[in-house]
C-alpha cells in the first residue's frame, strides 16, 4: 500500500512518472500531496466515502514522510531495483505498466507485461506500437533469459519445412525438436509474421490455416522447454526481412493493424 501511496503522490507532483528521475516521492513531493488532498478532504460537499478515502492516503503519505525523516534522506524509492536500475524513459514505461495495468507492488511481472500489451494493443495507431516496443524493450532488460539476444540468425523459412498432402507439417514435426532455443524462436516469429500479413486473405485460407497450426506446434515446443520468446518487435523485424511480408509492414501504422499481441498470447502462455 505504501508503494501504491507513493506512486500517487508522484503522480501527483510536477511532471508526474515523466520527469527526470522517476520512481521516488521526495518530501517536496509528499508536502505538495498533503496539502492537496487536505484541502479536497475538507472541502464543503465532498462525499463521505471520498473524504475516507483521502484520510487514509494522507494517513499513509505521512507514514511514507515519518519514514523518510528516520531514514535521514530526501525521497523513498517505489520501485524495485532492478526497476529502478532501467534508464528514465524505460523505469517510466515500467512504472506505468505496472501501476497502471499490473499487480502494483513495485516489479514488473511477467503477468504485469501481458496485460499492459494487451491493454496497448487495442490502442491504434503509432502510440499503441510505440508503447508495445518498449514494453518489448523492458522485458529484454529484466528477463533476458526469455528474450531473444538477436533477431540474426538461423530460422526455417516455409520453403524449409512446408510438405505436401496429407500433411504440410510433416517436416516441420520432425525438425523443431531438433532446433536450438533461439532458432526455434525466430522461426516461430517468421511464421506469425507471415499468417498476419501474406495469409491474412480470404484467397489464403488454406495457407493460414497451414501457418496457425504451425505456431501451435512451435508454441508447444517453446512452452515444453520453457526457452526463449519472441517478442512483438522480434516478429517485425524478422518479417520485415521477406520483401512480400515487408509490403504489409511499410508504416508503424500498418504494423500496428497487424502485428497485435494476440501473435504470442493465444500460442505462448503457459
Known sequence: MLRQTAFSIEHMSPGGIERAEPGLASLADIGGAVQRLSQIATRPGTPDIKRRALQQLLARARELEARIVDEGTDAVVYLDEAEFALKPRLRSAAIEIDFSFGDRDGRVGIEDLGTARQHYGQVRGPVGWNRLLLTDEIERRLYPERTLRTTEGLRLLPDDWLSGPPDPLAKL?????????????????????????????????????IFESALVLLGTEIRGRNSVRPTITDIARIGCEDPKVKEWLRTPIEMSRRLQPWLIDRYLLN
Request: charge should be negative; aromatic fraction near 2%; hydrophobic fraction near 50%.
Open 173 to 209: 514435426k520432425k525438425v523443431a525438436r531438433h532446433l536450438d532455443d533461439s532458432a526455434l524462436a525466430r522461426t516461430y516469429a517468421d511464421v506469425a509474421a507471415r499468417l498476419a500479413t501474406v495469409a491474412a486473405t480470404d484467397l489464403d485460407a488454406e495457407l493460414a490455416s
